[in-house]
């Protein structure tokens, strides 16, 4: 098993550019999670998915971020434009509902000057 | 809400000597416990987790965490601190909010382990 793999694992960016973060979750999980990890915040549930569904998205900061689930193998965190206080650490996660615990990626580190 | 609060933002130990970890957890009903570990520029790991059988739950790499009820506490503990287990560590709490298993995170303890 694989793991949840994230790509890229590092990411530099110009205040303003579009920035798009990758996740592959574990094969055979139906729930996937996107979370944002900073000094100030610690870790902090930005949106879960379903099924592909996005079910709650109430932790996302604000209408520059979004994301998407086409399908059960795929996921984007999208930052449009992107500034310096979204630099974070951004985690992905994946689970099935017979397990309670969530399996992490290794992160993206994103850093927008 | 669920919530958690991770006692110590540092704690440093010798090599051999024993780890004591500590946590306190806010819930509303009976709750699903977890420890995570983070080392440096890496994914979190699972360590252990609770979810209502035994109350002493045993971990890898030698950790284990005691669910008290009574203390609203799941400290987390290692007979013989090793310099690999320097890392930061979470205690996380499950809150189901709409019936999704959502994940809460303790602000992390770093621990330093010096030989």
């Known amino acids: 098993d694989a793991g949840v793999i994230q790509s890229p694992r590092h990411e530099v960016t110009e205040m303003g550019q579009e920035v798009t973060l990758r996740c592959k979750p574990i094969?055979?999980?139906?729930?996937l999670f996107w979370y944002r990890q900073t000094m100030m915040r610690g870790l902090e549930l930005l949106i879960y998915?379903?099924?592909?569904?996005?079910?709650?998205d109430s932790g996302m900061p604000e209408d520059r971020f979004s994301a998407k689930m086409p399908n059960a193998s795929f996921s984007t965190l999208k930052i449009q434009p992107s500034e310096p206080r979204d630099s974070a650490v951004y985690f992905c996660?994946?689970?099935?509902?017979?397990?309670?615990?969530?399996?992490f990626g290794q992160g993206t580190r994103l850093t927008v000057v | 809400a669920q919530s958690v609060t991770q006692l110590d933002s540092h704690v440093s130990v010798s090599e051999g000597t024993p780890v004591l970890l500590r946590c306190n957890y806010s819930?509303?009903?009976?709750?699903?416990l977890f420890w995570y570990v983070q080392h440096p520029n890496k994914g979190l790991q699972l360590l252990l987790k609770?979810?209502?059988?035994?109350?002493l739950v045993k971990g890898i790499n030698g950790f284990e965490a005691e669910f008290k009820k009574s203390e609203t506490s799941f400290h987390l503990t290692k007979p013989s601190a090793h310099m690999s287990d320097a890392a930061e560590y979470f205690c996380?709490?499950?809150?189901?909010?709409?019936?999704?298993?959502?994940?809460?995170f303790g602000a992390g303890t770093r621990l330093a382990v010096h030989p």
């Open positions: 996660a994946s689970s099935t509902p017979e397990r309670i615990e969530a399996f």
């Open positions: 094969s055979g999980h139906n729930s």
């Open positions: 998915f379903n099924n592909n569904v996005p079910i709650d």
């Open positions: 819930s509303s009903y009976s709750p699903s």
């Open positions: 609770y979810t209502s059988a035994a109350t």
């Open positions: 996380v709490v499950s809150d189901r909010p709409g019936g999704y298993n959502k994940l809460i």
